[in-house]
């Protein structure tokens, strides 16, 4: 986002967007009972789902969140996404006036049958707006 943050888009659609990088680490942290300490001694560390945190990407994290965003902008969520906080998703929506949907019993990743024709929909029909 903040590489298309001043390109002259038309619209966004996001599907299940990672709106806040700094949550998410700390989310993926507690997990992995990783503190700040131990990553910064550490510098690199590899968690149990073979994802890596690095302490440098934590430091370009917290100083580069997403302070503009003028692109008008649909999202879609889903009700049980267990990555994406909706706190997080809510308050970029209200601070950046997104229109919001959210999918009942969807998921971080949209992969069921239902799921998938849901979003075909959604998208057919944000494209028409």
Partial sequence: MLSFNREPLQRC???????DM???LLKMM???HISLAQLEQEQVMTISSGQTLSWIYWQYVQTHPVKQWNIPTKILYGEYDAL???SSVTHFAEKFHCDLTVLAKGEHWFHSQEQLKFLSCWLK???QE
């Avoid at 659609?13 to 709106?19: A, D, G, N, T």
């Fill in 13 to 19: 659609l996001l599907v299940s967007p990672v709106l």
């Fill in 22 to 24: 700094r949550q998410l």
């Fill in 30 to 32: 507690e997990q992995a």
């Fill in 84 to 86: 994406i906080e909706f």
């Fill in 125 to 127: 029909q944000k494209f």
